[in-house]
């Protein structure tokens, strides 16, 4: 209404006009004329606004274009789902997929697959910015190897174990402790130790068959009642053992004295030294088993004797 913008500027005018005097505080006849020629001034520049205004309004009424329009809600956008086909051809897939990517960068949404449960996909849609699956790291493939020395955690002498190659070539094999072997070398190993060991469990049993009716008769120096001076030990009786039969199979290390007994009473010795004369019995160990099974052993018969 062009009434009501004209009562508003003279309003507006004239609260305009009030403050300023008022701030200007004219109170003699000299800042009066002065509020005149403000007021003048204020006036003129009203009349502009308001000639501006009018021919605005005049264009938009003469040319049509003043009309008031009612305000239209429109709604967020919504995710573009993309479907295939195996009706469509693969220019219209190609074409449906990169409107739908465009459609989604536009809105902000990702791109689903989908695919009808009777009729198989026969395009492949990918989502976009989609994490990589990880893979588990390959197990390390380990080798066979022969211990050719004791290594603590690894394994004893003799013993064949598996362990990673970056183990065997960064430790075992620069300390020359282990060997690469194979299955076949040892099934043949195998072979030869069971081989091995029912010969050497023969012999120990012959052995303990010669052992067992021997009688081994030391003379030492006696004191009046009988005390040894110095004593008779595991060691001298298998140096004695060693003089009365030569037989290599006595120096095996794990041939040795394991008991001296007393033959009167069958008890043990402390510490195997015989301190007095007298007879008495030590077992012999012939054959140990290494897995724990059973040991061929023998008794032997010592007689001690003053010079």
């Known amino acids: 209404n062009i009434n009501s913008l004209i009562s508003y500027l003279c309003n507006k005018k004239s609260s305009f006009t009030k403050s300023r005097i008022s701030s200007h505080n004219l109170t003699t006849e000299t800042n009066l004329k002065q509020a005149t020629i403000m007021n003048?001034?204020?006036?003129?520049?009203?009349?502009?606004?308001?000639?501006g205004e009018l021919a605005h309004l005049a264009l938009a009424v003469t040319s049509g274009g003043y009309t008031s329009r009612q305000a239209m809600f429109i709604p967020a956008a919504s995710p573009v789902v993309t479907r295939s086909g195996s009706s469509r051809t693969a220019n219209t897939n190609a074409e449906a997929l990169s409107f739908a990517r465009s459609q989604m960068i536009s809105g902000g949404y990702g791109l689903y697959p989908t695919a009808t449960a009777t009729t198989p996909s026969t395009s492949t849609s990918t989502q976009l910015f989609a994490k990589k699956k990880k893979t588990?790291?390959?197990a390390t493939k380990k080798i066979q190897v022969k211990m050719l020395k004791h290594v603590a955690g690894t394994g004893q002498?003799?013993?064949?174990?598996?362990?990673?190659?970056?183990?065997?070539?960064?430790?075992l094999r620069p300390q020359q402790a282990a060997k690469v072997i194979s299955d076949e070398e040892v099934a043949v190993e195998q072979s030869e130790k069971q081989k091995k060991d029912q010969a050497e469990k023969a012999k120990a049993n012959e052995l303990k068959d010669k052992l067992d009716e021997l009688e081994l008769t030391l003379v030492r120096k006696a004191g009046p009642e009988g005390h040894l001076f110095g004593g008779v030990g595991p060691k001298l009786i298998m140096s004695e053992l060693h003089s009365e039969i030569a037989d290599d199979f006595l120096k095996h290390k794990w041939v040795k004295v394991a008991d001296v007994l007393n033959a009167e009473d069958g008890k043990k010795i402390k510490h195997g030294d015989i301190k007095e004369i007298g007879e008495y019995q030590a077992r012999?160990?012939?054959?140990?088993?290494?897995?724990?099974?059973?040991?061929i052993s023998a008794k032997i018969g010592i007689k001690v004797q003053a010079e």
Do not use: C, E, H, R
């Not at 003048?40 to 502009?48: D, E, V």
């Not at 002498?157 to 430790?171: D, I, L, S, Y």
């Open 157 to 171: 002498q003799g013993q064949v174990v598996m362990v990673t190659p970056a183990f065997f070539n960064n430790k």
């Open 284 to 295: 012999i160990n012939l054959l140990s088993s290494a897995d724990g099974g059973s040991t």
């Open 40 to 51: 003048m001034k204020t006036t003129l520049y009203l009349l502009s606004v308001i000639s």
């Open 136 to 138: 588990a790291p390959a």
